[in-house]
């Protein structure tokens, strides 16, 4: 069987995050990609983890959930020279892909990055932190949470 809707924009995502290098037209390189929610034991750094957080379902017409689901993306650079530009710049290159595609190849009506916070800090330099709140907006049959209506 498929996987669900949710899984399905997520892998997505991963996809999406993945191709984040400066010869595909971004300023830093995502080397770790992943839809988890606990980090490798050695991740290469930059590196990207996504884990859904909540989804909201509302009906509208027969047969038919829409699906607001927010998702986590957690964005870490590694800058020995500058680490608040490299968090900034990471964050910036992670919605930028996102946006490549806002409808996740025809599974989503819609994906938005609603907020950012940043954690950068001399304590844990040259590592630095983005976390991105991504909502997704999808739609299913009733029933059927793996096929995009």
Known sequence: MADPLLTQIMDN??????QISP????ERTVRTT??????????QYDAV???AVSEEKTDLAVQVKESKAT??????ASDADDTV???HKLAADITKA???DPTRGGLALDTRVVGIVY???EEVAPLGACNLEVEVIYRHRLGDPYTAV
């Open 98 to 100: 996102l946006h490549v």
């Open 85 to 87: 530009d490299a968090v």
């Open 49 to 51: 983890f996504m884990a």
């Open 23 to 26: 010869t595909n037209g971004y």
């Open 34 to 43: 992943s839809r988890m929610s606990l980090m490798p034991a050695q991740p």
């Open 119 to 121: 954690d950068i800090s």
């Open 13 to 18: 995502m991963v996809a999406a995050i993945g």
């Open 71 to 76: 998702i986590s993306v957690l964005g870490i």
